[in-house]
């Protein structure tokens, strides 16, 4: 069974910083696999945030994050972390951690078979 558990969320104000981390069981780093995260702002659909390649680590970021939200892995702990800084009020949103193998479309949701809980960010100004 894949379970995936995401930690890290909080309030904090605009301009600050939080690390997500997201901590696979039951799914392996390997080839094929993707990692994910997603945001769902209050009252908006899910949109894509950013993905890991496991095999390699290369990455893809939403537009509205670059520069600003950095993923990266820990295979060997199978850990995926989302860095985010320079926070915005409008970072405001659950976050959600994926996981699939193969994914073809990195910012489409139901590329990916696994959902972690979801955590809650909150940027004030």
């Known amino acids: 069974e894949v379970q995936l558990v995401v930690s890290g969320g909080g309030s904090v104000q605009a301009g600050g910083s939080l690390r997500l981390s997201c901590t696979a069981s039951?799914?392996?780093?390997?080839?094929?696999?993707?990692m994910g995260w997603f945001r769902q702002p209050p009252g908006k659909e899910r949109e894509a945030v950013a993905s890991?390649?496991?095999?390699?680590?290369?990455?893809n970021v939403a537009d509205s994050v670059r520069g600003r939200f950095t993923i990266s892995q820990d295979k060997t702990k199978k850990i995926v972390y989302l860095q985010m800084n320079g926070l915005k009020p409008e970072d405001t949103a659950m976050y959600y951690c994926?996981?699939?193998?193969?994914?073809?479309?990195?910012?489409?949701?139901?590329?990916?078979?696994?959902w972690g809980q979801g955590t809650q960010v909150t940027v004030s100004s």
């Open positions: 994926a996981a699939g193998s193969f994914v073809g479309s990195w910012s489409h949701p139901p590329e990916y078979p696994y």
């Open positions: 039951g799914f392996t780093f390997d080839v094929g696999s993707d």
């Open positions: 890991i390649y496991s095999r390699d680590g290369s990455t």
